[in-house]
Nanobody
Framework: QVQLVESGGGLVQPGGSLRLSCAAS????????MSWYRQAPGKERELVAR???????NYADSVKGRFTISRDNAKNMIDLQMNSLKPEDTAVYYC????????WGQGTQVTVSS
């Protein structure tokens, strides 16, 4: 069993930045892929970014060049640095881990509004 806890969400103005963190309850060294997803009201959950055990990152087209995912196996954490935020980035952001099963965090709200 793995628990994932997200933090770092909040309210930010358009053009601003936020850094989300996801802490795992055990070592993530063996996790094959860790990801950030988001779900806006009335929409399906979508992949934002993912990072493999080896550090290869992939991004949704909508966030390329603005978001950066990172992974720290020593701290059992992944982060999502979000820059140049737009109102359409408003959503609940979820951390996901692929290990012996798929695990999700409880989510953290990100609101981009003036």
């Amino acid at each position: 069993q793995v628990q994932l806890v997200e933090s770092g969400g909040g309210l930010v103005q358009p053009g601003g930045s936020l850094r989300l963190s996801c802490a795992a309850s055990r070592s993530i060294f063996s996790f094959s892929t860790m990801s950030w997803y988001r779900q806006a009201p009335g929409k399906e959950r979508e992949l934002v970014a993912r990072i493999t055990r080896g550090g290869t990152a992939n991004y949704a087209d909508s966030v390329k060049g603005r978001f950066t995912i990172s992974r720290d196996n020593a701290k059992n954490m992944i982060d999502l640095q979000m820059n140049s935020l737009k109102p359409e980035d408003t959503a609940v952001y979820y951390c996901r881990a692929l290990f012996d099963a798929i695990y999700w965090g409880q989510g953290t709200q990100v609101t981009v509004s003036s």
